[in-house]
């Protein structure tokens, strides 16, 4: 019942055959999918056969099958995690209600721009990760990268699909749209601000899958739970590539620490830069960086609209169905932190106004997790020395936090001293200077760059050494 057919030129699990004129807009979208990916997804490599996994079910066990493909030859389709009989609409003003299986005429809009927002992220995490394979510091991690661009593309074609399925004309009018943004292009910029920025090296890019693929582990988790069934279910199986996507950042950021410490430890020394590793302390600001960008994309602590998506039962809490209160959270309220004056308080607040900040709380203690692992490998090495999440107000430019300064400790800051200061926690030129000069390609099978140890296993029962991307 999960399977998906592969006879049809899209693949999907939603009898995609019956809908003539879904069918054929989705069919006149996929050239243009292709071109896209041709012009701005991974840089070469597009001719190179790489082993990696394609969705053929969506069931739980055994939902993804392993082999040898080209890039522009994925079977990018349309999966949906199957419906749940009978659900009901979890929370809000229309909780108890059966799900909805099209759109509510009055929330037309609103969902449609949340499809767009989240649909959006897909293409300009893959635009901004193209260059990454020229610097690979092993096939097995080229292969991960590939892994990862290949899924966000099937990421935007669940969205797409939803646009084309169930917003009509406006709805084919923004998947055209989502093409045309460029990640970092002044004029035509992504969305969201995280989705700017640069991802010009490995650490970056490891930081990127730990800190904002898991954000949008948390957005996906909360559209989960929407009463629009087919967001609810599309969602549902993305969490299922998703985990890969963090699976990557925090293996790979274990690893970058595992390699620092043994330098640290065989040399009796701190300065790892001397062995072409990178030392803790850089680690550690690129990791603020990493994490407060994403903090930015929950959005403001305040927020009208968070309260209104809860509200049309369009997008939920995390993991809202195990929560224990009336899920319409009309007398409740939430802990959030404030500026207030010249101090950080917490203060209560309205429950529903404070959903974006609850959901922050969820990821913040979620991060937490990696950290306690990357510190435990730090300590096993008999090494002083913690990484640490920074302040929630450090670094920010969406929300209360947006027009001060702020230490990693939660202090107050002058302009000035935030000057003087700024160098020691956010990525230097010169850190990242270093950091490029350490980006070689390292593309013999079982080698690996020298900043970053093996990882445990290979991928699928593989050997670490297998040839996972054959280059010749
Ligand atoms: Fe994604
Ligand atoms: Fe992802």
Known sequence: ?????????????????????????????????????????PHGFQAT??????????????????????????????????????????????????????????????????????GDTEPASVEQQRHLGRTCPSLYDLRNLFQVNVEEGRHLWAMVYLLDAYFGRDGREESEALLERRSGDPDKPRILGAFNEKTPDWISYLMFTYFTDRDGKYQLASLAESGF?????????????????????????????????????DGRTDDVRKHGAIDLPTLQKYLNFHYSVSLDLFGSEISTNAANFYAMSLKGRFEETKKNDDHRLQHATYPVTQLDGETLRVREHPALPSLNERLRDDYIADCQRGLDRWNRIIREHGIDFELTLAHRAFHRKIGTFADVRVSPEG???????????????????????????????VTERGQFANWIAPPARGVNGQPVDFEYVRLA
Not at 96 to 104: A, E, I, L, S
Not at 435 to 441: A, R, Y
Request: glycine letters at 8%.
């Open 1 to 41: 019942m999960a399977s998906i057919d592969y006879t049809e030129r899209i693949p999907n699990n939603v009898g995609l055959g019956e809908d003539r004129r879904l069918q054929r807009a989705l069919e006149e979208w996929q050239p243009k999918f292709i071109a896209w990916w041709q012009d701005v997804g």
């Open 49 to 118: 056969e790489v082993y990696l996994r394609t969705a053929v079910s969506v069931d739980p066990q055994g939902w993804a099958q392993f082999g040898y493909v080209r890039m522009p030859e994925y079977r990018w389709g349309i999966f949906l995690a199957e419906p749940e009989p009978a659900r009901v609409i979890p929370f809000g003003d229309h909780k108890g209600q059966p799900v909805w299986q099209d759109v509510p005429g009055e929330y037309r809009g609103v969902l449609r721009r949340l499809i767009v927002t989240q």
């Open 229 to 265: 069934d087919p967001l609810a279910r599309t969602c549902r199986f993305m969490l299922t590539e998703e985990a890969h996507h963090m699976f990557v950042g925090e293996t790979g950021v274990g690893r970058v620490v595992q390699r620092t410490c043994e330098l640290m430890r």
């Open 411 to 441: 202090r107050l800051l002058t302009e000035a001293e935030w000057g003087v200061k700024k160098r020691e926690w956010l990525p230097s030129p010169e850190d990242e200077a270093y950091v490029q000069s350490l980006m070689q390609p």
